[in-house]
Antibody
Framework: QVQLVQSGAEVKKPGASVKVSCKASGYTFTSYGISWVRQAPGQGLEWMGWISAYNGNTNYAQKLQGRVTMTTDTSTSTAYMELRSLRSDDTAVYYC?????????????WGQGTLVTVSS | EIVLTQSPGTLSLSPGERATLSCRASQSVSSSYLAWYQQKPGQAPRLLIYGASSRATGIPDRFSGSGSGTDFTLTISRLEPEDFAVYYCQQYGSSTGLTFGGGTKVEIK
């Protein structure tokens, strides 16, 4: 069965970086893309960006351009999301979701979420 | 950026009743690239509908989506106890990226 398993919770100081991983199994990793979505405490969903696991093409949300980098390691079927220059309003649960191969599409399978807390 | 506005913010209904949720876009959503998700507390979102009206795998037929252009609707024909949750719409037709609506909470009356 399709599974996306994310790395564990992180606590970071303002200005630091965080890298969250998302390990896929149960399907051909390079036949899909991965989107990243975050949710601040008590708030709605925010799309962060997408990466094609086939060719590494990316599409980032404009507000995060320059601070976020999404990558994949096809040898381990793992996607990564790195967010730099962390601020307190980056505190959120971060989700990965399986999506489109050539463009961002709805996520049909989701990871369990990774809580990232930014606090001094 | 396409802004999605969901209404109402909260819908108070009883099990067995019909729920109608609205999602309005600030500009036309190309190819009806509109999806709906359900999210329960402490859980990841679950894809219900894509392409405005196609049910995702395993989704019961009491969930249906409709609409085009800028106005979309999610209908739950008869609410089951497990349907009380928050629902989000998402557009994926813009080359500048995806956006979510602010959500509608369906609560037990």
């Amino acid at each position: 069965q399709v599974q996306l398993v994310q790395s564990g919770a992180e606590v970071k100081k303002p200005g630091a970086s965080v890298k969250v991983s998302c390990k896929a199994s149960g399907y051909t990793f390079t036949s899909y893309g991965i989107s990243w979505v975050r949710q601040a405490p008590g708030q709605g969903l925010e799309w962060m960006g997408w990466i094609s696991a086939y060719n590494g093409n990316t599409n980032y949300a404009q507000k995060l351009q320059g601070r976020v980098t999404m990558t994949t390691d096809t040898s381990t079927s793992t996607a990564y999301m790195e967010l730099r220059s962390l601020r307190s309003d980056d505190t959120a649960v971060y989700y990965c979701a399986r999506g489109g191969l050539t463009a961002a599409r709805p996520g049909d399978y989701w990871g369990q979420g990774t809580l990232v807390t930014v606090s001094s | 950026e396409i802004v999605l506005t969901q209404s109402p913010g909260t819908l108070s209904l009883s099990p067995g009743e019909r729920a109608t949720l609205s999602c309005r876009a600030s500009q036309s959503v190309s190819s009806s690239y509109l999806a709906w998700y359900q999210q329960k507390p402490g859980q990841a979102p679950r894809l219900l509908i894509y392409g405005a009206s196609s049910r995702a795998t395993g989704i019961p037929d009491r969930f249906s989506g409709s609409g085009s252009g800028t106005d979309f609707t999610l209908t739950i024909s008869r609410l089951e106890p497990e349907d009380f949750a928050v629902y989000y719409c998402q557009q994926y037709g813009s080359s500048t990226g995806l956006t979510f609506g602010g959500g509608t909470k369906v609560e037990i009356k």
